[in-house]
């Protein structure tokens, strides 16, 4: 057993479709800007962490063919997959493997092409039961719509109020170099983008993005030795609910993010997340979501996440930043955006995020999500060891 | 370094397309193992799953099986690859002092979709995918590299058919149990020129669960604990060009990096029983040489009386020639070993078994290997 941290993270830019590059030589360049950002060369790494969800590459099991580029050859290797919440739970498996004192450095590296498949939408949809969820046409983008409409039924949330979250998203990704979409939009461009599936418009539903992230672990001795300022990881957890959405408790899903950020918060000993906790990184990839997580990560009472990005609290300038990269919103990768969010924060708590730095961020939460709202990742990185 | 302990297992397999829903049988080998392992659902900590989407015809099919294997408000992760990796991700998660108790399932359910075919898609669009190999291409293409390299002909070939198929005619888990003789080998249709079809692993359908416990958990529950010894896992390069195909360098690896965590100096005595992932008859006979248990291309000498091979007992349960099924094979082997060092193994129990090697492969010439050693 032993401390981790992360010491580099490395990351490209994400578009709709990098065509001047193949799935090997995207890994490449994010491992390879991770490992001059942390100053270290392939042969210090002991293992490889590669995360990347089948279907959407058109390659399947795409770890075979990256796992070079990666810096895999010779390596030990493990290859994760856990729909959306594939990226984040690349950095836990990462973060298990480091923490077990077998290897001193690890590197954890996702990455996407969704722009491979002409309809992603079309492949999630694969993951449905074929007899009896598959025919009602169910897409990512109902998960989205479904919880928006019973958010409006039990507190009244207006589509004004949910297209606070968007311009706040689309500000925070000009900032950040890195990020697919980066132009600012207003409320009423919101309001009339066109109609995705009710209640959520075009500019409420994040875009699917090519790129690759890495971010390289490292135990406490390694970590202190390459850098006074690494972003020490203090806990993690992840947690599966039921597969059918029917089972559920409330559409509004609040219960297994909820429980699984409780579990969290007591596993590193945080009593009140809204003070404790400086910035947040969470797969939103709708208004909606963004809104219902802040409530179930209790930065708010149930209800009042609206509240939150209406005075400002959540906006980069607020007291509890929530996606000040832009968020999924503005960049999805999907099996990459977990780890996206992991590098982002680890980035705020060494005060290298550039433009879209938050100050004084000494603990930070990022977060992934996969399946039918099914899969919760979290984990929470700080400037100090726990 | 912590210990880690095997607390139980239970495996599930079919030759016939079962008729259960491919995540009824997480439920069943995941309650089965619990069982075993005289523990409920409660006391698991997390779900790790071996498992791959596409066999299954799905994207995200553990989004099925981690809650049907039990999985629920509780930490999961999948390893997309076979589920000899997910136990070894399962062994660093304890050891890391996350867990106590952990659950590790593989389901394949090869029925569902046409293995060999789908194995097309893993490959580069640009390169290699429109020359039209598969992965038993693939495999034959390393098995027929070795035959010539160390002048194996396929009489003997034939002979290591038979003697897998006797042995998984005493594993009541193997799915194929007919018996089959040399000459039948010798005149059964070529599937992958020059192998024929009995030299392949077939297909099968089946589930495999391991229940994995830290040191403290494991002594509490009174019964003589298995260990975990020795852990080691690898990959080498993914095109087939780069690498000379008679060599499993990344078993070697793995290997290498098993035995030096377990304190395993000299293979050939220290080891009592090793089950590998025989793709082919020539692949197990390739792997034992990688792991060390014989030198390379000494085996060859032993081929003429396959049952009285020296030395580690090699496959006794048949190995994937008495049944393939798809991710579940990997972690089926280390169910296997653990009944070995238990004493459980039944009629295919190799007398005083104390180490026992588990060992899997998975990706294009089996660019991918893992390790895994059990002992009392």
């Known amino acids: 057993m032993q401390r981790v941290a992360v010491v580099g993270v490395g990351q490209t830019h994400f578009v709709s479709h990098r065509k001047d590059v193949m799935h090997s030589e995207l890994c490449f360049e994010a491992v390879n800007s991770c490992l001059r950002d942390a100053n270290l060369s392939i042969d210090d790494v002991n293992a490889i962490v590669f995360g990347v969800m089948d279907g959407f590459d058109g390659v399947d099991c795409l770890d075979r063919w990256c796992a070079g580029a990666a810096g895999g050859y010779g390596r030990p290797f493990m290859r994760i997959n856990t729909a959306g919440a594939t990226g984040l ?27 491979e498949s002409l309809d992603a939408q079309s492949i999630l949809n694969t993951a449905a039961c074929p007899i009896y969820d598959r025919n009602i046409g169910g897409t990512a983008i109902t998960l989205g719509s479904l919880p928006a409409t019973r958010h409006m039924g039990l507190y009244g949330t207006t589509h004004a109020q949910r297209a606070l979250v968007s311009v706040k998203n689309h ?33 409420e539903c994040c875009p699917r993005s090519d790129g690759a992230v ?50 969290l918060y007591r596993k590193v000993g945080i009593c009140d997340p809204r003070k404790e906790i400086d910035v947040a990184e969470l797969y939103s990839p709708f208004t909606s979501l963004e809104i219902m997580q802040t409530e179930a990560l209790g930065f708010c009472s149930e209800g009042q996440g609206v509240r939150l990005v209406e005075e400002g609290v959540t906006w980069l300038e607020g007291d509890l930043p929530v996606n000040p990269s832009g968020g999924v919103l503005c960049t999805n990768p999907i099996g990459a955006t977990g780890l996206v969010r992991m590098a982002e924060a680890a980035l705020q708590v060494m005060g290298r995020a550039g433009e879209h730095q938050v100050n004084g961020v000494k603990t930070a939460l990022c977060h992934g999500l996969g399946g039918v709202l099914q899969f919760q990742t979290l984990m929470v990185l700080g400037a100090e060891p726990r | ?118 194995s097309t898609y893993s490959l580069d669009p640009f390169f290699v995918r429109p020359l039209g190999l598969t992965e038993a291409i693939a495999n034959a293409m390393q098995a027929h590299s070795y035959r010539i390299r160390h002048s194996i002909t396929n009489i003997e070939g034939a002979q290591r058919v038979v003697k897998s198929r006797t042995q998984a005619q005493l594993n009541a888990n193997a799915s194929v149990w007919a018996p089959i003789t040399v000459s039948e080998v010798l005149n059964a249709p070529y599937a992958v020129y020059p192998l024929r079809s009995p030299e392949f692993a077939p297909y099968c359908d089946g589930a495999c669960a391991v229940v994995m416990a830290s040191e403290p958990v494991a002594r509490r529950l009174g019964r003589p604990p298995i260990w975990i010894r020795g852990i080691g896992w690898a990959n080498d390069t993914y095109h087939l060009g780069d690498k000379d195909l008679a060599h499993l360098p990344a078993l070697e690896k ?43 291309g000494a085996m060859h000498q032993w081929l003429q009386e396959p049952l009285s091979t020296p030395g580690p007992a090699i496959n006794p349960s048949g190995g994937l020639i008495g049944g393939r099924p798809a991710a579940a094979a990997g972690l089926i082997r280390l169910a296997e070993s653990v009944g070995q060092v238990m004493g459980r193994a039944g009629r295919h129990q190799v007398d005083g078994a104390r180490t026992a090697m588990a060992q899997s492969m998975s990706g294009w010439g089996n660019q991918r290997a893992a390790v895994m050693i059990v002992g009392r």
């Open chain 1, 89 to 115: 739970s690349t950095g836990i498996a990462a973060y298990h493997q480091v923490a077990s004192g077998l290897s001193d450095v690890v590197l954890a590296v996702a990455e996407q092409r969704v722009s």
């Open chain 1, 171 to 203: 500000r925070n990704a000009c900032l950040n170099p890195f990020a697919h979409l980066r132009f600012e939009v207003t409320v009423e461009q919101v309001l009339q983008s066109r109609l995705i599936e009710w209640p959520l418009r075009l500019l």
């Open chain 1, 214 to 263: 890495a971010v390289v672990l490292a135990g406490e001795h390694v970590a202190r030795s390459l850098t006074d300022r690494p972003a020490w990881i203090h806990g993690a957890v992840s947690m599966a609910d039921t597969f059918f959405y029917g089972d559920r408790p409330d559409v509004a899903y609040r219960d297994n993010l909820a429980v699984a950020a409780r579990r």
């Open chain 2, 1 to 118: 370094m912590d210990k880690v302990a095997i607390i139980g297992t239970a495996q599930w397999a079919s030759a016939q397309p079962t008729s259960h829903a491919f995540y009824e049988l997480a439920t069943i080998v995941a309650e089965q193992a619990l069982h075993n392992a005289g523990i409920d659902r409660g006391a698991v900590d997390a779900w790790f799953m071996g498992e791959y989407d596409l066999s299954v015809g799905r994207t995200a099919s553990h989004m099925y099986t981690v809650p049907a294997a039990g999985g629920f408000y509780q930490d999961e992760i999948r390893i997309h690859d076979d589920g000899l990796f997910a136990a070894v991700q399962a062994f660093l998660g304890i050891l890391s002092g996350e867990y106590e108790v952990v659950l590790v399932v593989s389901t394949g359910v090869a029925s569902e979709t046409c293995q060999d075919r789908l």
């Open chain 2, 254 to 296: 793995a290997a290498e990096m098993a035995y030096h965590m377990a304190d395993i100096t000299d293979p050939p005595r220290q080891v009592d029983v090793a089950e590998l992932y025989d793709v082919t008859v020539y692949h197990e006979i390739m792997a034992s040489e990688a792991l060390g248990l014989f030198e390379k």
